[in-house]
């Protein structure tokens, strides 16, 4: 089984930053892909940035140059530098953590909230 832990969220204004963590324990044995994503009200899901075991990073172009994401496979541990915040990047930030073992987990999210 595997837990996955999110923090960093919180209230921030526009033009600041944040800096997520997202901590992957429990029977793990190689991480594939740790991902966050986020939901705003009424809206779908959707990827902000993934970053694969070999640090290949994909990002959606909406936070392209603003957000960064990083990890310490040491630590299963995955880090979103979030900086030039917007209020429209107002939402639930969730980590997912693919595992080696094809397991695929969520954690129960963070909030982050952008003021104008």
């Known amino acids: 089984q595997v837990q996955v832990v999110e923090s960093g969220g919180g209230l921030v204004q526009a033009g600041g930053s944040l800096r997520l963590s997202c901590a992957a324990s429990g029977t793990i044995f190689s991480i594939d892909v740790m991902g966050w994503y986020r939901q705003a009200p009424g809206k779908q899901r959707e990827l902000v940035a993934s970053?694969?075991?070999?640090?290949?990073?994909n990002y959606a172009d909406s936070v392209k140059g603003r957000f960064s994401i990083s990890r310490d496979n040491a630590k299963n541990t995955a880090y979103l530098q979030m900086n030039s915040l917007k209020p429209e990047d107002t939402a639930g930030y969730y980590c997912?953590?693919?595992?080696?073992?094809?397991?695929?987990?969520w954690g129960k999210g963070t909030l982050v909230t952008v003021s104008s």
């Open positions: 997912n953590v693919m595992t080696g073992g094809g397991v695929n987990a």
């Open positions: 970053i694969r075991s070999g640090g290949r990073t």
